[in-house]
């Protein structure tokens, strides 16, 4: 007889058992399986050898063939899933708020998934509905929602609405970006065109501001090009430079990296330089070309070479940070015949400061130095305006009018040497590290102490369990407790991220009310940076098991006393989780 579906083995990673005997259930109502015995032998055939050998364990000296199917199903939920503290979950589903880039229905989800072990029960609608408010994390969408009748206000009329109001939001976006892209598109070339009727050579800074001020007011994205106060990106009004003072012209709103004081930029193309982000265009379809010369840099004046072109003489700009040939069509119309060009491959090309140069087509000529004899098929991109022939890095470094000088410096790779090892024996040791500080906590006397029971922890994880605590107390983290002490903890024991091994824990939630904080202020991002000024060389550098390089004395450690199934044990070294842990740290 055919059956329906298949039912493969149980795997705890992929799936809850909840959801394997939710598709059991729709097995057997798919093939008309009603026989209890037949559903239980069906569930001992299908569920795989590792969670057989876990059912005969959960049930001896009782065999799986000789319990009904509900009770293997029951033992099996009862295993996989302990009881769930409920003001545990409430606090997540209360913590829980929207996240970047998530949607309304996606959110909402999260939402009903959590709110599964808060025994909400016939409130459930009203907790989601005054979490969609509170969490959305929008605050148009928050006003609005606020701002209806809350008698009229279910979870269905508000998921509605923030549903359509988000739908609104992202469409007026996408015609903004578009509205954007179409003007600063105009805005440039337009400014380009102006400014090759006025100085087609001599760009000045005032028209470069005013293009850049007038660009402004159509856009408002992050820019892809660094600040010139102070090398960074940033949204625009919160650069890190504003209000500091250069060291080298005592003005304000600038780095002394970026002083320009002392600075005299050389343009050699006639667009203008803006603020503005380069046009939204794809990578490989683009190819940028010239660069900007400083007297603070490498060259005061541009490097020219005279190519034989169709044994015409052509002066072209060598450009070591262009990606491709450029060739103005006045220049063309001399040295070539029109037919050859390929109008097919037109290219976009993006000038210095974003302006976008507008491209006929793609030529390919024979060309050669005055030292040489031999002639090298170099492609050009013809463009239909007043610049100067530019000859890419690839093409100078073909002809031999660049040369690059590699200096290799042989590094060994062999970090396995007993040398290495000995010489720096004390970076390799797998002993636990101590900074030279004791830390004491400070309890409010007017505290009542409080003493928690073990948790109760599943089969499978006993052992990994048993391990991590002989271990840790190898490391010298902690020790057995034999004598009575006024504070205990529970016990949280959890799987690492993407990964088999187990992280121990404790719950100070009791503790952590009657511990007094030192309150030491953490530094942000921000004032991080502003100290890296400068800085060439940069190491990142990761602190292993920071909490528990901090000793504690006697007196601290018996408040961090924990219970398990195997006896107590005090923590020697600072435990995770306290809340005073992050500032004794600082």
Not at 429 to 434: Q, V
Not at 518 to 533: F, G
């Amino acid at each position: 007889m055919a059956t329906f579906g298949n039912i493969g083995e149980f795997c705890e990673k992929k799936e809850t058992w909840e959801m394997y005997t939710d598709r059991l259930g729709e097995y057997f109502a798919a093939n008309n399986i009603s026989d209890a015995a037949r559903k239980r032998a069906i569930l001992n055939s299908v569920v795989g050898s590792q969670t057989y050998k876990l059912i005969s364990d959960l049930l001896a000296p009782k065999k799986p063939n000789e319990a009904t199917y509900q009770e293997l199903v029951d033992r099996l939920e009862k295993h996989f899933k302990p009881t769930k503290s409920s003001i545990i979950a409430r606090f997540q589903f209360n913590s829980r708020c929207r996240r970047s880039g998530e949607s309304i229905a996606e959110y909402l989800a999260a939402l009903r998934a959590l709110a599964s072990d808060c025994k909400f029960g016939q409130n459930l609608d009203e907790m989601l509905r005054d979490r969609l408010v509170c969490g959305v994390q929008n605050e148009r969408i928050q006003k609005s929602l606020l701002a209806q009748p809350e008698d009229k206000l279910d979870l269905k009329r508000t998921v509605e609405l923030a549903q359509s109001m988000q739908l609104a939001g992202d469409q007026a976006k996408m015609l903004s970006a578009s509205t954007s892209t179409m003007a600063e598109s105009n805005t440039t070339v337009n400014a380009f065109r102006k400014k090759q009727a006025q100085r087609p050579n001599r760009p000045t800074w005032s028209n470069q501001r005013q293009t850049s001020a007038r660009s402004s007011s159509t856009q408002q994205q992050k820019p892809r090009k660094p600040c010139g106060n102070c090398g960074t990106f940033h949204k625009r009004r919160e650069c890190p430079a504003y209000g500091k003072t250069c060291h080298k012209c005592n003005k304000k709103n600038h780095y002394a990296d970026y002083c320009r004081s002392s600075r005299h930029v050389y343009t050699v193309n006639p667009d203008s330089y803006s603020e503005e982000d380069e046009p939204a265009v794809d990578e490989q379809e683009l190819f940028y070309v010239r660069a900007v010369d400083n007297t603070n840099l490498h060259l005061k004046h541009d490097i020219h070479a005279t190519l034989v072109v169709n044994n015409t003489h052509v002066p072209v700009q060598l450009d070591t940070g262009a990606r491709c040939n450029v060739l103005p069509m006045h220049v063309y119309n001399v040295i070539a015949p029109p037919k050859s060009i390929d109008n097919s491959k037109s290219t976009k090309l993006i000038a210095y400061g974003g302006t976008e140069l507008h491209t006929v087509g793609l030529a390919t000529l024979p060309c050669r130095i005055d030292s040489s004899q031999t002639d090298h098929n170099i492609d050009f991109h013809i463009v239909d305006t007043q610049v100067k022939a530019i000859l890419g890095l690839t093409d100078c470094l073909r002809l031999g009018l660049l040369s690059v000088n590699n200096l290799v410096y042989h590094v060994s790779n062999d970090t396995t040497s007993p040398q290495v090892f000995k010489d720096y024996e004390d970076l390799f040791d797998s002993s636990l590290g101590s900074l030279p500080v004791i830390y004491t906590m400070t309890i409010d006397p007017n505290a009542t102490p409080v003493v928690r029971p073990p948790r109760r922890i599943p089969a499978a994880m006993q052992d990994k369990v048993k391990s991590e605590l002989q271990r840790m107390t190898t490391l010298g983290v902690i020790t057995p407790v034999s004598e009575p002490t006024d504070w205990v903890s529970s016990m949280v024991a959890t799987h690492k991220k993407n990964s088999e091994e187990i992280r121990l824990c404790i719950d100070p939630r009791d503790l952590n009310e009657a511990l007094k904080r030192p309150h030491h202020p953490t530094r942000t991002v921000e004032e991080v940076a502003a100290k890296m000024d400068g800085a060439t060389v940069f190491s990142v550098l990761d602190a292993k098991c920071s909490f528990w390089q901090i000793p504690l004395d006697y007196e601290s450690s018996l408040l961090t006393t924990f219970s398990t199934p195997y006896g107590r044990y005090r923590y020697l070294r600072m435990p995770y989780g306290l809340c005073s842990a992050s500032d004794v740290y600082q």
